[in-house]
């Protein structure tokens, strides 16, 4: 098992790796999950593992959106752990952060700062976020992504009951896209354009550590069913030969049921934080009034 030092170096070489390949202006890490495991008994070998995930913000001088290439590049080579990266223009963080955005502005006085194409710059601090209205504007989002979510789930229930699985699948699809988005709009304040259900499980992880293990856990058959559904996006629209049994979707409808519920509990409970930090912030003004 690699030391703490050991991970670091090889994070910080990969880090150099990315500036070199894209040149960015910056890149923030605004996360990192370290899960280890032990094994040891009569009839296995002892053996102790570690897996670490990172969380990136990288900020170009352009804003052309390259994040799928550059996900798809950190997925190939990096091979110490795993990394979800977000890219964005300097303009859209810049302007974003003037707007008093929850999560450009936490990321830049909160992350770490990993690399700087200005080697004089090793830190910002920008203006204090202001939570005035984090709560309402969470809960605008929180019902638009949810009532989606729920809709979806009605009618992956309908597709269910008249035997047309493939369509069942594409809709618990949905289901689970538009929890991740909600529960992340409300937790980040982040508006993801994402629609792969890893991606979205992985960034969901950043804020609330384990989630993604609901349907990415130990179980083959658990992961082998995740797939299925991942692929009933593409599938349940343009592949004729796109088949789901009776059995898979019954197993599925259940299992996003029960994932849209925790979802959707999560997210209250998120927001509840949100509008009890307002309150606070409130009362502080008017003491120091």
Known sequence: MTTVKERKEQFSAFIKVLADRYKPLYIYCFGELTESSSTA?????????????????????????????VQDYVNTHFQ?????????GKETVTAAIKANDRFFITITNGGKLMYSHDQTITSFQVSAYIPTRAADKAMKHHQRCFD??????????GYLRTAKYSLCLFMLHQVVEQSCSGMIR???????DMHNLYRLLSLCDSF?????????????????LFDLMVRSYAGARYWDNFQVDQASAEKLSQQVSAFFEIAEKLSLQKIEALALEAELHKQTRQLSA
């Open 41 to 69: 008994g009569c009839f296995v070998n002892h053996s102790d593992c570690e897996n670490c995930r990172y969380y990136l913000l990288m900020v170009m001088e352009n804003e052309s959106r390259i994040e799928h290439p």
């Open 80 to 88: 110490y752990g795993s990394i979800t990266i977000l890219v964005h």
């Open 148 to 157: 989606l979510a729920k809709g979806f789930l009605e009618g992956a229930f």
């Open 186 to 192: 409300v937790y980040l304040s982040y508006k993801s």
């Open 208 to 224: 609330s550590p384990g989630l993604s293990k609901f349907f990415l856990g130990e179980s083959g058959e658990g992961r082998i």
